[in-house]
């Protein structure tokens, strides 16, 4: 026996291998003579011996404990099977809301986001070799701070809930203020939770002014801003559907030396005055609207925008514009002195693997609506959601919560009877009829929020008014 | 191939009266807006944005597609970020209308398939870990490290024990001294060794009750597995400190060490490495934790618990940080790892660390002789050649390598990381590439350093741009277009 047939035996016998390239190597091209090649070369007999620098009792000696390998065609029968246990918002008429929303998708956006160029590359670390991605997140940049009204944009963070509190971190160190941060009760609960949170250890206390009638008063907010709050976050329109009264907000946070940090509904922004416009300092939003499917949570896209005196603050990627060696105007990624990568524990921020494919998705997505699309977009959630509240509350026994102008979701009551057993009923009957909200407001135990998108048709407002008329006057 | 005429902005292209989408007419009574909101509240006009047509918007993005180096299309050897192959049947399968059109707030009832995924996720996870709890909630590894050191906090907090400090080798991503610091903690560097290891007297000498953590990349980032870590593990549990372990080069040792096993009590994976999710042009990725059982009440809200054959989602729990994230976490790219495990099984993972190790040896064994390989003659998946000869003897830099790479159709590899090798290349072939791409890149590595310096200088000379002056987009930043 040759020595090369020795070593490929005790390659394949170490694996008691039959064939040149087995099936649970579905993405391995080396087959086993490669391997006794590969090994050759670098002067090795087997592949155990790879690994002699793990201490030999550290070792696994067992194989893990995971279910075996599947084909293609078993995973994708497994898979197909696990999807029908879940219904999806296509089989279920959808009026979920809270952060995360049912609106339309554009083919292009998907078929944009297919390109391998685009989703198989990572953060572009060489410009010369992504100045795809590099305009993509420049002209998602530019697109956002013409949504918002501000001046810059970064090229995407992870969420719009840990957006806000990268905002309220951002204005920390920008405002030197480490005593306080002050916040609604009409801001995402999540978002809050998030904040408290990240701030746990920080010493920085977070106060929260309570919204008994749905949106935050400018007077009781300003009474909480002392001399060391670094900021206001507030969200608008607000996590009940309702408007926010921004610029008496805003004024009061600056009068006081502080910050607004505003959370916006991106498709809001179609109908209602841009941040900018009414003296935001930093902005931020759950991108998930804009062109990504609700996916159960995730991956959805954290905006944020702030105006120019700030950026030097921001956290995250930022693409800028600047010309080569020839003078031909390209970009690349800006301000890096801000990162971890470059300043570790002085970073403005631990980012690193952001939500690019989502910025690259939200910019097609708003390239695609343009100003036109974006507005009829913004009239029709609005103009459907007050349809829906006024048939929910005419037709059945549920009251709204809140008096105050709402946008494209609203909070109802439901006076007699259980919302969860309401709810769950309706979801039955095929509706997904609101997010009760006891999981975080005691005093909204009765209370669900109720959000409509462009998508609903009147058909299907009209099939949920019936289908609440009965559970909830059945209930009574 | 690319278009060269297509370097035009979306802004550029727009014209006023163009229009890409269209939604249908309202079917519910028009009541004039000033009946339906505050005239105080409403924006005058839309937001400015760009009119452009379908047909434009898909030849611009797609022109500008071209013009990225990826992995479906070039060897994309950066270390550090496991640029493997992303398999296509996961992107199918992640995005079936039952995985996909799912709301975060749908009852738990119609996500039952799910939650069965995600739990039978975490269970693959702890498993591979050696830790037997997991949350799914970071949206990516920096994340996952945050979340872990929020959780040491809320230990130490519970024990009453202030502990002020965490420590990093000085070869860590920037990630783990920044993730300390977002979490209250001072930071402290322990020095390495040449070869990469920790340095036990300097660790011995910063290590103390006062430290809360030690975070720990192993395989390390010079793709160095640490043997001492067994004795490292021991002295921060001696001293009640907890060990973390950056999970981003978990791709050398699946199936054959665990972190569990070696003495980590927390870890987060990177599955966007790891497990095969694609990069997206800089995410998203995931950030999966694995703790202790001790550590466990603290993980972030909500967890996945399991009643009989009901899967439901648990928020009461009183010792938990609370939140990282809104929502559950990134599902997609989770459903992406659960699909790239299953496809594996136990022997499939572990022959996938073999070959991603037997890859980057077999190049190590040919790029040493072109460029010295300082940690020795030996690594894991990845390892750091250093350019630092060739810079001295013709002025040639890492960077100018990286660059003219890109003429040969080549990613160039992560280049000055980690900062304790000079002019370093970090190498990670992954097991996806096979053994003549990996002879091209080492012969056209060896190609370069006998090209002319002028040229190497200049380069990239066939890429859509040339060297772009960045020191320009600092100093002068420009970061939106503006009309003029
Ligand atoms: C060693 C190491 N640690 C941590 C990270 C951070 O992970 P992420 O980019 O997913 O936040 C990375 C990668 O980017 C890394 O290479």
Redesign the pocket.
Known sequence: MSLAQARSNRVGDARGEATQHDETMPYVANTTDDQRAMLDAIGLESLDELFEAIPEELRLKRPLAIPPALSEMELTAHLTALAGKNASAGEKVCFLGGGSYDHFIPAIVDHVAARGEFYTSYTPYQPEASQGNLQVFFEYQTLITQLTGMDVSNASLYDGGSAAAEAVLMAVTTTKRHGRVVTANSVHPEYREILATYLANLGIELVTVGTPEGTVSPAELAAQINGDTACVLVQHPNFFGCLEEVDALAAAAHDAGALLVVAVDPISLGLLKRPGDYGADIVVAEGQSLGSPMSFGGPYLGIMACREQHVRRMPGRIAGETVDRRGKRCFVLTLQTREQHIRREKATSNI??NQGLFALRAAVYLAAMGPVGIRQTAELCLRKARYASGRLTADTSLVPAFSRPTFKEFVVRCPHGNVEAALERASESGYLAGVPLSRWYDDLADCFLVAVTERRTQDEIDGLAACLKELTCSNA | MRNARATQLLFELARPGRRSAQLPACDVPEVPLDDLLPAEALSPAPPPLPELSEPELVRHFTNLSTQNMSVDTHFYPLG??TMKYNPKRNERLASLPGMIDLHPYQPSATLQGLLELLDGLQQMLAEIAGLPAVSLQPA????G?LTSLLIAAAHFRTLGQKRTKVLTPDSA?G??PASAAMAGFDTVQVKSTPAGFVEMEDLAAKLDDSVAVFMI?NPN?LGMFDRQIGEIAKRVHDLGGLLYL?G??MNAILGITRPGDFGADMMHF?P?KTFSGPHGGGGP?A?PIAVSEALAPYLPVPVIVRDGDRYELEYDRPQSIGRVRSFFGNVGVLVRSYCYLRTHGPEGLRRVSENAVLNANYLLSKVKHIFPVPQGDRCMHEFVASGARLKSDRGVSAMDVAKRLLDYGFHAPTVYFPPIVREAMMIEPTETETKETLDAFAETLFRITEEPPDLLCEAPHTTSISRPDEVRAARQPVMSWRAE
């Open positions: 690193c693997t | 550090s970020c990516a590894g920096a994340q490290e991503h990630t783990n990349t980032t950056d981003a080069n990177n966007h990725g950030g």
